[in-house]
């Protein structure tokens, strides 16, 4: 059975950070693209960062422009766990942040993506 369980969201002030984890079981995610999306409230679910291997030791990733040069999304094979290094952190990222996995390469289709997390609250407060 796969599973994706995020964690590290919570309450921080705008100008914090946080880092959210994606533990993902049931099968070697190592060839899959993993992204995080988001959901704030009366919006619809959006595209933040992805990454997918490359090569022996290469990654590329892919970032929402709102979130670039801010976010820094990165993974470890070894544990099959993608992360989200979220700095700067402002109130309008405040959202449900959903991992994702999908067997291809890196879109910023929701509607692409195979395998969904039950997601993890941030709240950013100004």
């Known amino acids: 059975q796969v599973q994706l369980v995020e964690s590290g969201g919570g309450l921080v002030q705008a100008g914090g950070s946080l880092r959210l984890s994606c533990a993902a079981s049931?099968?070697?995610?190592?060839?899959?693209?993993m992204g995080w999306f988001r959901q704030a409230p009366g919006k619809e679910r959006e595209f933040v960062a992805a990454?997918?291997?490359?090569?022996?030791?290469?990654?590329?990733?892919d970032y929402a422009d709102s979130v670039k040069g801010r976010f820094t999304i990165s993974r470890d094979a070894a544990k099959n766990t993608v992360y989200l290094q979220m700095n700067s952190l402002k109130p309008e990222d405040t959202a449900v942040y959903y991992c994702?996995?999908?067997?291809?390469?890196?879109?910023?289709?929701?509607?692409?993506?195979?395998?969904w997390g039950q997601g993890t609250q941030v709240t950013v407060s100004s």
């Open positions: 049931g099968r070697t995610f190592s060839s899959y693209t």
């Open positions: 994702a996995a999908r067997d291809g390469t890196i879109t910023v289709l929701t509607t692409e993506y195979d395998y």
């Open positions: 990454i997918r291997r490359i090569g022996a030791y290469l990654y590329s990733a």
